[in-house]
């Protein structure tokens, strides 16, 4: 299957403040930007990595735009950074061609499957639930709440204290668990009135489209009761034509869709400042699709990235594989691995013989 035969959401960002003309017929070359995040380093190791310890992974340096912009040195680490940053967008000699954001990749808080091995025991990996609390579009778990409660803190703190700036624009998996860590996250933060917390839920945000059905969402209906007044992308679907209970997508699929949204995000949404709210398992494909370092994230871990777009001659379409069958499970997929997304318990991962 080609990614061509798969639905395109393209909707508009939640403010989408300046189109990028220049990048129509264009393909879009993604750098991560080194030197500015921890993250960045291969020297540090993602295990055990918190971003509430390091302030977000930024690194203390100095900027060229120190000298006039911080001459006293009274500005904070994160004052300096934006200013750096509006530099770089500003003064670039092909500015129509290049364009820099700074992003925050949020995995959500703990779902209920991602500890259901010891909530459920072993029952078919295709049912619904045990009564109790389902792990199809899983809910997060109390912890869940309390690591999205744990990035509110950080972020008001960093926002009184350090005058980090304010994101410009929110997005989100329509997953539920995502809706609930962003709704939890930013919902009660003071933010300006010129940059409010109206999140825009984007379909290709999801985790990567398996067979279990923790990767299934909810429908569109659904979503609206759950969070009402939260912003829908464009052409997004009542039902969810992307999950297909017997096909999951390939890595090479999932990478392409990734590029994809981040083409929609830098198209057409001017921002400079951008939260996403999304899944361990895209967010590894987003980094690829930038060209960052593989960096995996726990539950409610977040990581920013400095990336910079170039404008390229269009390169041909992939013809990759986009769906391919998958062994099913014989036991639940009761958990969740960072970098992989749901899979199947360890004594039950035998492969169906249908397949």
């Known amino acids: 299957m080609k990614l061509s035969s798969v639905p395109v959401f393209l909707g508009l960002a939640s403010r989408s403040m300046a189109t990028w003309h220049e990048a129509k017929g264009k393909d879009i070359q993604y750098t991560s930007v080194g030197g500015y995040f921890l993250q960045d380093d ?26 006039k912009f911080d001459p006293d040195g009274t500005k904070t680490q994160w004052q300096r950074f934006n200013k750096w940053v509006h530099y770089l967008n500003h003064h670039c000699d092909q500015s129509e061609n290049i364009r820099y954001k700074v992003i925050f990749f949020g995995r959500h808080g703990q779902g209920y499957h991602n500890v259901a ?9 295709n049912a619904k639930g045990n009564g109790t609390i389902t792990w199809a ?25 350090q005058s980090m700036p304010r994101f410009e624009s929110y997005y ?3 997953l539920k668990r995502c809706l609930q860590t962003a709704n939890t996250t930013f919902g009660t933060l003071d933010l300006p009135t010129e940059y409010p917390f109206v999140p825009t839920i984007k379909e290709l945000f999801r985790e990567d489209i398996s067979i279990h059905t923790c990767d299934r969402r909810s429908t569109k209906s659904e979503i609206a009761e759950f969070m009402p007044g939260w912003t829908f992308e464009e ?12 096909k999951g997508e390939t890595p090479a699929h999932q990478v392409a869709r990734s590029k994809k949204v981040l083409d929609d995000v830098f198209t057409n949404d ?34 920013p990235v400095l990336i910079k777009a170039e404008l390229v001659q269009p390169l041909p379409a992939s013809t990759s594989a986009g769906f391919t069958p998958e062994a099913t499970c014989k036991q639940a997929p009761v958990t969740s691995l960072s970098g992989k997304g749901c899979v199947c318990s360890s004594t039950g991962s035998t492969p169906s013989p249908t397949l």
Do not use: C, M
């Open 270 to 303: 001017g921002s400079t400042w951008i939260s996403v709210t999304s899944h361990s398992g895209e967010i590894a494909a987003l980094l690829t699709a930038l060209n960052h370092r593989a960096f995996s994230l726990s539950t409610g871990q977040i990581i």
């Open 137 to 161: 579009d899983p809910l997060l778990t109390p912890d869940g709440f309390k690591e999205a409660e744990k990035a509110n803190g950080f972020y008001r703190r960093l926002y009184e204290q």
């Open 42 to 67: 291969p020297n540090t190791n993602p295990d055990g990595f918190d971003y509430a310890q390091h302030n977000f992974g930024l690194i203390d340096r100095k900027y060229s735009t120190d000298d």
């Open 117 to 125: 091995e010891s909530f459920y025991g072993t029952p078919a990996w």
């Open 235 to 246: 052409g997004f679907t009542e039902k969810d034509e992307l999950w297909q209970g017997d």
């Open 172 to 174: 989100s998996s329509p």
